[in-house]
């Protein structure tokens, strides 16, 4: 079995008892951005993953969804965050740079444009990872979406007059929490093997959320970013697919659909044994 995982600190809380040992991986596991691991278990490198919940929806036909695991936000979430040189309002016409690494996020970044701001943008792809921040400073632009451990370095920088997280200005248009990443896996592998990665990744969840100040240290030590900041981060995130996140997630797949971004189509989960 493979397992991917995202290689930001938004996935210690999850991965974090697993790497220590204190909960057996019955899988390899493999680090990747979001989009590489979108197109691994697209291609089958990979098995089990996290991927964004674009991926699973434009593939649904071949994924299982992890029940009660996910990546989400029920406002700010921190680490989702275009960085203006002017109001969001304001950015018709504007050339907004945006992150290779993500595909959810350019798609609320798109909806919120045309249909909160009501604005039409002009977006480009760039690579937005840490490393890659003083590069992107020397593109022109007027904004740049930057997701994961980039977009906290980037906050804590204060360069941009203008910085809107996507996580709160989704809740605010529609008053639900916004579901970024999901887990699948691959409907042609072993449902044995899979419920076992199933369980092993909830066990190690929950030590991750009883140790978020422990995983505040090594996301403060892996990023620069202050761990206050760090563990204020990590305790905003919500790692659950309640009721409430399926109703974010159905409401945001649903406006995708209407666009004919993604097939419209029901969320299928993986089975109990």
Known sequence: MRLGRIGYVNCYPVYGAMDRGLVAAPATLVTGTPAELNDRLADGRLDVSVISAVAYAQRAEEYELLPDLAISSDGPVRSVLLFSRR??????????????????????????????????????SAPAERADLARLAAIPHDAVLVIGDGALLLSAARAYPFVIDLGEAWKAWTGLPFVFAVWAARRVVDRGAVRDVHRALLASRKWGLQHLDVLAEGAAAATGVERARCLEY???????????????????????????????GTLAFLGAA
């Open 87 to 124: 109001p969001p309002e304001a950015l018709g016409g504007a050339r907004v740079l945006v992150s290779t690494s993500s595909r959810t996020s350019v798609q609320l970044l798109d909806l919120l444009a045309r249909d909160r701001w009501g604005v039409a943008i002009t977006t480009e």
């Open 234 to 264: 990590l305790r905003g995130l919500d790692y659950g697919l309640s009721y409430r996140h399926l109703a974010g997630l159905a409401d945001f797949l649903r406006r995708l659909a209407a666009g004919g971004v993604v097939p419209d």
